[in-house]
């Protein structure tokens, strides 16, 4: 299946608020990390494509990387890229390894062996703009999930 990229304005409220959620909840995020149960942890971060941005004026945009990891002497995490976008090989490829701190995530999701997500605050309002019910579970099944938790009920037991 094809990479799936979706542009978002940089002042979009609903993407502030989502980031927000994440900042407010990235303990949460970095404890189920340690745990290090079976589910698959996801971290979203920020990234400036060096060749599109111009003097004063950053081209971002959002990676979501998988196989998230804590390494406990370091203090950070880590996670492997799955997708990247066109002329983004020469500095990052699929596959490969990148160490970040928490403060760095712009969203975080755990997907369980149910297919159960928790967190995926970007994914949710994405989710949200699909205009039809085929739409959305096209994209539930690109993205492997069958149920979001409530952000009342986002506890994974393990």
């Known amino acids: 299946m094809e990479p799936l990229f979706r542009a978002i304005h940089k002042n979009d409220p609903e993407i502030e608020k989502a980031h927000t959620l994440c900042a407010d909840t990235i303990d949460q ?4 990390v340690k745990k290090a149960k079976e589910p698959i942890y996801m971290a979203k971060l ?4 060096p060749d599109k941005s111009k003097e004063g004026d950053d081209f971002l945009f959002y990676l979501w990387l998988s196989e998230v990891v804590y390494h406990k002497h370091e203090n950070i995490l880590s996670g492997v ?3 990247v976008p066109e002329g983004f090989e020469k500095w990052h490829h699929v596959g490969k390894r990148l160490g970040f ?7 975080w999701m755990v997907i369980d062996s149910n297919e159960n997500m928790m967190g995926g605050f970007t994914i949710r309002v994405t989710r949200s703009r699909l ?3 085929e739409e959305k579970n096209k994209y539930d099944k690109y993205i492997g999930v069958r149920n979001y938790q409530s952000k009342e009920n986002m506890k994974y037991e393990g």
């Open 81 to 83: 890229f799955f997708e």
């Open 29 to 32: 995020f970095v404890e189920l």
């Open 46 to 49: 920020r990234f400036r494509d």
């Open 101 to 107: 701190d928490p403060e760095d995530v712009f969203d």
């Open 131 to 133: 205009e039809t019910e």
